[in-house]
């Protein structure tokens, strides 16, 4: 299995795909700060990308990605870390169980479901959901309450743009993320270490936020069953497990959603769940954490920051509120 990957992956030297990332990201931003028109430079920034992906063996399909300036200019983590280090408990608890066991999920034919407190509910076809809207480069740091943290290059748009299509109403106060929960297809669902289908939320604010990504693929392709083939919910200022994997649906409620991980550990996961390195978990500090691929003998750690380094973009959404109470 590690020898497949391996030599599965030979061709894509995580120290040359990082680089070149960045220095696209660096050209748009660039052109952005100068004034230049975004398009233009966004298209051309694209082509290079593209052109050099073509080496890129496929773990799915290619996606047809454009640069976003909301990318973070850290250094992404390597695919080969990205991919085979994962939470996905429906393949098992160890973080290589999902590489190893997630190849029997069945990522087509798949649909997601947009219903509840919405004007136009709609079963979106897997197909239809990429072709939504325009697909984004988004380079995000995300942080696992656990204590460590990674780099990675999503692909997707922001949940906004399917809100848009799905009109919610006045009454959509929350916003509920069913993912799939299929014996057959995912082992790990024996176990009862938490109850399936797993399940998360967000207050409609939070999903409406232009950080919020309904994303579709890391890398340039379409996600790997392992990081929850084929749609999933990136919320990069709060704790990883708020990131649904394999989402088959969307409904918005009135009332606060009640999540697989409260409801395994009240005491010890909220529903804000926001990377807060005041707020210490029950059984540890979340002052620090260490960043995936920085390991090793002279292993650094890392500050974590407030909302996970998006406090620009996020915070106000809790203004007035006691975020030690809402952890
Ligand atoms: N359906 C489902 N989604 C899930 C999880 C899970 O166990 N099941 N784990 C969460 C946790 S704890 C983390 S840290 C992230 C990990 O995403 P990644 O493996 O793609 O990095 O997925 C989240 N989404
Ligand atoms: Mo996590």
């Known amino acids: 299995m590690l020898l497949r990957s391996r030599i599965r992956h030979e061709p894509l030297p995580s120290e040359i795909t990082p680089r070149r990332l960045y220095q696209n990201r660096r050209t748009v931003l660039q052109a952005a700060a100068a004034g230049l028109a975004y398009w233009s430079m966004a298209g051309s920034a694209h082509a290079q990308s593209s052109a050099s992906r ?4 496929a773990a799915g399909g290619k996606l047809q990605t454009r640069p976003s ?3 973070t200019m850290e250094k992404p983590t390597s695919y080969k870390d990205v991919t085979t280090y994962n939470n996905f408990y429906e393949f098992g608890t160890e973080k290589d169980d999902p590489v190893t066991y997630s190849k029997t999920l069945r990522p087509r034919p798949w649909t997601v479901s947009v219903e509840g407190a919405v004007a136009r509910p709609r079963v979106f076809d897997i197909d239809e959901l990429l072709k939504l809207a325009p697909l984004e480069e988004r380079i995000y740091r995300m942080r696992c309450v656990e204590g460590w943290s990674m780099v990675i290059p999503w692909v997707g748009y922001p949940l906004a743009e399917l809100m ?3 009109e919610p109403t006045g ?3 929350y916003v509920e993320f069913v993912t799939l929960a299929d014996r057959g297809q995912m082992p790990g669902i024996r176990s009862s270490v938490l109850a399936w289908p797993y399940i998360e939320g967000l207050r409609i604010d939070e ?3 232009p950080l919020t990504l309904l994303t579709m693929g890391l890398y340039g392709e379409a996600l790997p069953n392992q990081n929850g083939a084929p749609v999933r919910i ?4 709060k704790y990883g497990f708020k990131s649904g994997k394999s989402l088959v ?3 918005f409620t009135e009332q606060q959603p009640m999540t697989s991980w409260r409801r395994a550990a009240p005491h010890e996961y909220g529903f804000y769940s926001n990377v807060n390195p005041d707020v210490a978990h029950p059984r540890w500090s979340q002052a620090t954490e260490r960043r995936i691929g920085e390991d090793g003998f002279l292993q650094r750690k890392r500050k974590t920051l407030p909302f996970n380094g998006y406090a620009e973009q996020v915070a106000s959404l809790y203004a007035g509120m006691d975020l030690v109470k809402n952890y």
Do not use: G, Y
Not at 234 to 237: A, E, G, L, T
């Open 54 to 57: 073509a080496t890129v063996p």
């Open 69 to 71: 300036t909301l990318s």
């Open 164 to 166: 848009r299509r799905v």
């Open 171 to 173: 009454n959509a106060k």
């Open 207 to 209: 999903a409406a936020n």
């Open 234 to 237: 990136v919320v990069p200022w």
């Open 249 to 251: 649906k969307i409904r």
